[in-house]
């Protein structure tokens, strides 16, 4: 591997205007996820968590699910991943069928998952040890991503030894180092503290469009979606489902100038707000008695 | 970000300052504890010679058993031939079925009621038992510690591999690591502490378990010659092998300890 990370994998920056579809600032259209009716009930319970749920991410695409807490976003995200399986619907990566973990799809945790027992750098070449990559090269891969991630110097340090800002860090750098096409995060920032935030978004995507990957994200910050994303699908409860999916039409990188300060911003996040605000009146019983 | 690593820094060596100077002072206080109590027994057990003996006669009775009879040692080894065997092979045997019961939930289920019925029988009561399987020698010694040692082992082990967060293994899993890479990698060092305390328990456990065999079996060994000292209400004499045991003991739960401190690095830095 050269110095710069993945360069194959850089994606262009060609704009390309869909005619049934909205229109995107930086990936391609060529669709690398794909959701099909996807169902997922806990029959104990009788209950759907999620009811036809479909929706395609494109290849270097970033994409945010939105949702009030228990719509079953995380379990969305965790089936998609292979941690779960779904009661019915379809997932393909590439075209292939993907049903259960893999190589080409990896995660991000909300509370980062690190193992204690490893340093940062002995973290981040995990995926890559039990892909049985040398331990020369896996090091100096790891190294790579960990300075990607801005950790150059803590290689030696412990989880523990880390604040929850370097900790995540470390989780993006350890999911990035197997270098999947698909990387899911699942409300990555939550645990943080607002400035570390707003710090490692803008983080994540220079890192993003570095890396080529395409992400699934998952957040209840409509800031958050709007700032990330190229394409936030809503969801509301009871069952999961999604009801809307919206086009992010900001231009990027959206790090070179005030985009949260943007029209569009405030437009976007009107609108995601209203529709959340529905969803979470239909599902807060104090509001309306089922 | 840096700014913020410098100053959680600085707050660590602060940390580290206050507790090496309550680690001394700590100390200090030991110390004087175990002074005053020497000094008290002194007094008090010059007046019950027998009943409580004294340091200073026991120090003596020390020379003499450890040096001049030479019994104590001759003893002592036998104790720890029989001790160290057995604990090494309950050590073995206990953490893999500890593992193999907290993976495979059908082998726990099937081998469940046996560890649990034996840990929960006092395993002297099989001494009589034990005598006529295997008889009053290095056999004894050696089964008595593993049935001492091996369920307790069994038990922790087994517990502190379901303990492992679903967390960690989800990271396994999401990196597709296969059954016995999620034991390496994330089973066996997320439970780690517990397999200490698994360690530490079963040594204390094969101690008392030892000991009470030599004593009720009429062995030969340490405690034999405990039996024996007390007897012939040889007080002196007898503390000393109790003693030997308790220094003994000590010093296994910090050679346990030292060990777990070197194998787990991240833990308490």
């Known amino acids: ?290 | 970000m840096t700014q913020d690593l410098a100053q959680s820094e600085i707050a660590l060596d602060h940390t580290r300052a206050n507790e090496k100077r309550s680690d001394r002072r700590a100390l200090l206080l030991r110390i004087l504890s175990i002074v005053v109590v020497l000094i008290l027994w002194e007094i008090i057990g010059r007046q019950n010679e027998v009943f409580l003996s004294y340091p200073l006669a026991v120090l003596q009775a020390a020379w003499e058993v450890l040096v001049v009879d030479n019994e104590l040692l001759v003893a002592f080894g036998e104790t720890l031939h029989g001790y160290a065997l057995g604990y090494v092979a309950a050590m073995i045997l206990g953490t893999m079925l500890g593992y193999l019961m907290g993976y495979f939930k059908g082998l726990d289920v099937a081998l469940g009621p046996y560890v649990n019925a034996l840990y929960a029988t006092p395993r002297i009561a099989l001494i009589p038992l034990l005598v006529l399987w295997v008889g009053i020698g290095f056999g004894m010694r050696f089964t008595i510690v593993i049935l001492s040692a091996v369920f307790p082992i069994i038990i922790t082990v087994r517990d502190g591999a379901r303990s492992v967060a679903d967390e960690f293994l989800d990271v396994a899993r999401i990196f597709v690591a296969g059954g016995w890479r999620t034991w390496r990698t994330t089973i066996l060092p997320g439970s780690l502490p517990y397999v200490f305390s698994a360690l530490r328990i079963g040594a204390q456990r094969s101690l008392i378990g030892i000991l009470v065999a030599e004593i009720l079996a009429a062995l030969s060994g340490t405690g034999r010659i405990i039996q024996d000292y007390g007897q012939f209400f040889q007080t002196d004499r007898l503390l000393v092998p109790i003693f030997a045991i308790g220094f003994f003991s000590i010093f296994m739960t910090g050679a346990l300890n030292f060990i777990q401190r070197r194998v787990t690095p991240w833990e308490r830095r």
């Open chain 1, 1 to 290: 591997m050269s110095s710069d990370v993945n360069p194959s994998r850089l994606k262009n920056t060609t704009m390309t205007a869909g005619s049934d579809e909205i229109v995107r600032s930086g990936p391609s259209k060529e669709p690398l996820l794909v959701v099909e009716g996807l169902a997922k009930r806990f029959p104990r319970l009788d209950y759907r968590v999620l009811s036809d749920v479909s929706f395609k991410v494109p290849a270097g695409g970033f994409t945010t699910v939105i949702g009030p807490s228990g719509c079953g976003k995380t379990t969305l995200l965790r089936i998609v991943g292979g941690l779960e399986s779904p009661t019915a619907g379809r997932i393909t990566i590439g075209g292939e069928p993907s049903v259960g973990p893999a190589r080409n799809k990896t995660m991000v945790f909300q509370h980062f998952n690190l193992y204690p027992w490893r340093t940062a750098i002995d973290n981040i070449a995990y995926g890559l040890e039990l892909q049985g990559v040398s331990k020369e090269e896996r090091r100096s891969r790891a190294r790579e991503y960990l300075s990607l991630v801005g950790l150059d110097g803590f290689e030696n340090h412990y989880p523990g030894e880390l604040s929850g800002g370097m900790q995540q860090r470390v989780g993006i750098a350890r999911a990035l180092a197997v270098e999947p096409e698909l990387l899911l995060m699942d409300e990555p920032f939550g645990a943080l503290d607002a400035l570390t935030r707003e710090h490692l978004q803008t983080e994540l995507q220079k890192i993003c469009a570095q890396a080529g990957v395409a992400v699934l994200f998952v957040t209840h910050s409509i800031d958050e979606a709007i700032y990330l994303s190229d394409d936030v699908l809503v969801m509301g409860t009871k069952p999961g489902r999604i009801v809307r999916e919206l086009a992010i039409d900001l231009p990027r990188p959206r790090w070179t100038y005030d985009a949260r300060a943007e029209p569009t911003f405030a437009e976007t996040r009107a609108e995601l707000w209203s529709e959340l605000e529905q969803e979470l009146s239909d599902a807060d019983p104090t509001r309306s008695a089922e």
